[in-house]
C-alpha cells in the first residue's frame, strides 16, 4: 500500500482544512487508518483513527474539532479540521494499519509522506 497525503496548508486560527490520504493497491478496506502529526521540535504525535468499520477515536485535544473518515469506494482517508488552533501546526501523516485501528505509531505498517498544517493566530 502507498499512501498520499494532501490538503495541508496555511490557514488562520479559527479555520478549517481537510486532509486527504489517498491509498494505491488492494483491500483499502481491510485497513484500519490514522491521522498523526509532528510538531517541530516534538515526537509524532497520535491524532485519530479509524477501523475497518468505521469506528472512530481521536486524542483529547482533537475531540470535538476533528473528524476522521474514510471512503472504500474511493480508497481515501480523510482529516476534517475545523476551528483549527496555533497549536495544530504540524506536519501531518497518515498511516494504515493491517490489523485495524490504533493509537500507537508501531501498530501502522505504512506511512505516507506527510503533508504541512501551519496555523497563524
Known amino acids: 500500500v502507498q499512501l498520499q497525503a494532501s490538503g495541508g496548508g496555511l490557514v488562520q486560527a479559527g479555520g478549517s482544512l481537510r486532509l486527504s490520504c489517498a491509498a494505491s493497491?488492494?483491500?483499502?478496506?481491510?485497513?484500519?487508518m490514522g491521522w498523526f502529526r509532528q510538531a517541530p521540535g516534538k515526537e509524532r504525535e497520535f491524532v485519530a483513527t479509524?477501523?475497518?468499520?468505521?469506528?472512530?477515536y481521536y486524542i483529547d485535544s482533537v475531540k470535538g474539532r476533528f473528524t476522521i473518515s474514510r471512503s472504500n469506494a474511493k480508497n481515501t482517508v480523510y482529516l476534517q479540521m475545523n476551528s483549527l488552533k496555533p497549536e495544530d501546526t504540524a506536519v501531518y501523516y497518515c498511516?494504515?494499519?493491517?490489523?485495524?485501528?490504533?493509537?500507537?505509531?508501531?501498530?501502522?505498517?505504512?506511512w505516507g509522506q506527510g503533508t504541512q498544517v501551519t496555523v497563524s493566530s
Open positions: 479509524i477501523s475497518q468499520s468505521g469506528i472512530s
Open positions: 493497491g488492494r483491500a483499502f478496506s481491510r485497513y484500519g
Open positions: 498511516a494504515a494499519n493491517v490489523d485495524g485501528s490504533s493509537g500507537f505509531e508501531y501498530d501502522y505498517d505504512y
